[in-house]
């Protein structure tokens, strides 16, 4: 059981946080038998939490930036995906998606770019977050050829049910002892070696936990801000590292191009850009839950030193996937008895929805996820205001800069040629609709590079510098590329732990 009470006072491996990362870690950890505490600030479980009155996540802004901070993170056992906003199949899920391979490249004339890991040393880790999450990769992320000249992808979902109550309960009952209301409000330091956290719960108790390595899988904002506290405190291996705070990402929204389609014949299948069953055998049970998306194909973002793009068709206006609607699919089981009649008719009546849809014509807001390029402008610091805990509040700015503006304009204008090329309708730009810049997906602050005039943290997660603390999450995403972050933070996790395994004397 994920409990309250009862912090130990020593362990292996202390994780801070029991969000999507903090537990794909530690149950990482206990499968490879490392003894493991996580420690998570908000509560156990409960309702959808009220994240705009809650004053440990409440900061500042810059004008013009992003949107409140105490909307766009939350606290407790699960973490943000306690507010997932997006529903499929009658539930909250999350959509995800792994990074493309141009992600993790160093990219001529974009500076800053390139992981120290590439794509295929991270595809196992990645597909060992999706399993242990319950997500069929085979399904979700093949990249085909789409409607030519663009390509074709899909993004799979997660329940977010998995992460507030399933794994959080597996993750305990594996071994893990997860303690929920305890708040790392500092780290303990012996010269350059973490060898701790000190803790505050909601009654006032205070104390400390000693660990043979301590994670911070707090979220992007919260690890740089356990970071920056310990290191307005005094001496630290990181206080003067260039990047700590530095090259916040987020993947803002771009709905200014409007796509009618031209031809009935041409019309893309509305139903692969809506959440829709991927179709696993021929005849049998639906799979799972997949959503369509369109790319430009990596060669041209290479050549014209671009980042990347996620067009995504809005579900309401595709339409589509009605029939696979929970509450069609128990009326039809009410109406007709067998299955196999069942299924002809939804075969028929889908057959003839498909055809009524290729003989309209019809318009779609394109919603186009666009990659922002680190920028060391775009920072995280330290506010004078404490909260209740007498923590320093964040102060965040954030700016979409001229080089942003100027890279999404370059992008909208192939995007727009290759749209009319494929043959998919005409595409309208409205200049007038600004860009969205809450994307949710806080990225950077803590990047990783192999040198620590290049990140904060080393390939294997490593603090540049100190010894016994690693961070955990998107925070570490040297470029973020345009993928929902959480699968690969996911992945991180799930290659973190077997690095601090086999490091166990
Ligand atoms: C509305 C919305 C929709 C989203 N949709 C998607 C989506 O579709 N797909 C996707 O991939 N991502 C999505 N995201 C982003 C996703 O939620 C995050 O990427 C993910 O939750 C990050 O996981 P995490 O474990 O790193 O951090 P979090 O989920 O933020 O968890 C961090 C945990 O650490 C705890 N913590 C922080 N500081 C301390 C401390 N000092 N002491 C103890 N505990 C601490 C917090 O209380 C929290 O529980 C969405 C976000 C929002 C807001």
């Known amino acids: 059981m994920v409990t309250p009470s009862g ?6 491996v202390c994780v801070v946080g029991a969000g999507p990362v ?15 505490v996580v420690l998570e600030g908000g509560d156990a479980r409960g309702a959808r939490p009220a994240t705009e009155r809650d004053d440990a996540l409440a900061g500042t802004v810059s004008p013009g930036g992003l949107g409140a901070l105490t909307l766009t ?18 539930e909250p899920v999350a959509k995800l998606l792994a990074l493309d391979p141009i ?17 295929d040393a991270m595809a196992p880790w990645v597909r060992e977050a999706a399993a242990w999450c319950g997500l069929d990769l085979r399904l979700h992320d093949t990249v085909s050829e789409g409607p030519d000249p663009l390509e074709r992808g899909a993004y799979g979902f997660v329940p977010q049910r998995r992460f507030l109550h399933e794994l959080p309960e597996a993750v305990a009952a594996a071994g893990a002892t997860v303690r929920a209301g305890v708040t790392t409000t500092g780290l303990l330091l012996e010269g350059a070696r973490v060898t701790g956290v000190r803790w ?5 108790a205070r ?17 740089t801000r356990v970071l920056l506290e310990a290191a307005g405190a005094g001496p630290t291996p990181w206080g003067d590292n260039p990047w700590l705070g530095r090259g916040l990402m987020e993947h803002p929204i771009d709905r200014s191009l409007v796509l009618r389609t031209r031809s009935p014949l041409l019309t893309p299948d509305p139903g692969f850009f809506s959440p829709h069953r991927a179709v696993v055998t021929r005849g049998g049970p639906p799979g799972p839950w997949r959503l369509g998306r369109l790319t430009l194909p990596a060669d041209w973002l290479r050549a014209h030193r671009l980042p990347n793009l996620s067009v995504r068709f809005p579900t309401h206006e595709a339409g589509g996937a009605i029939l696979q609607q929970p509450t069609a699919r128990s ?8 299955a196999r009649l069942r299924r002809a008719i939804g075969d028929a009546v889908r057959w003839g929805a498909r055809q009524t849809r290729r003989l309209q014509s019809l318009e779609y807001t394109l919603h186009i996820d666009l990659e922002q390029w680190p920028d060391r402008a775009n920072r995280v610091e330290l506010a004078e205001a404490t909260d209740a805990l007498g923590r320093r509040r964040l102060a965040v700015h954030w700016r979409w800069s001229d080089d942003d503006e100027r890279r999404r304009q370059a992008l909208l204008d192939e995007l727009t040629d290759r749209l009319h090329a494929a043959g998919l309708g005409s595409v309208t730009r409205s200049a007038g ?31 540049h510098g100190a010894e016994g603390l690693h961070l955990c999450g998107a925070s570490v995403f040297p470029t973020a590329g345009v993928a929902n972050p959480t699968l690969v933070a996911m992945a991180l996790a799930r290659r973190l732990a077997a690095t601090l395994a086999a490091d166990r004397p």
């Open 22 to 36: 903090g537990l794909a870690l530690a149950a990482a950890l206990v499968d490879r038998g490392v003894p493991v």
């Open 331 to 338: 009326w039809a089981r009410r109406l007709v008895p067998g």
């Open 7 to 12: 912090v130990p006072e020593e362990t292996a």
């Open 433 to 463: 609709v600004s860009l969205d810049p809450d994307g949710h997906h806080h990225a950077g602050t803590t990047r990783m590079h192999i040198d620590p005039e290049g990140g904060v943290v080393d390939a294997d997660l490593k603090v």
């Open 103 to 119: 992600d993790y490249e160093a990219r001529p004339g974009l500076p800053h770019g390139g992981w120290p890991i590439d794509a």
């Open 207 to 223: 104390g400390t936990l000693r660990a043979g390595t301590t994670v911070l899988a707090c979220g992007t904002l919260e690890t």
């Open 73 to 90: 993170r939350a606290r407790g056992v699960g973490g943000t995906s306690r507010i997932w906003n997006t529903e499929v199949g009658g």
């Open 200 to 204: 505050r719960n909601a009654t006032g």
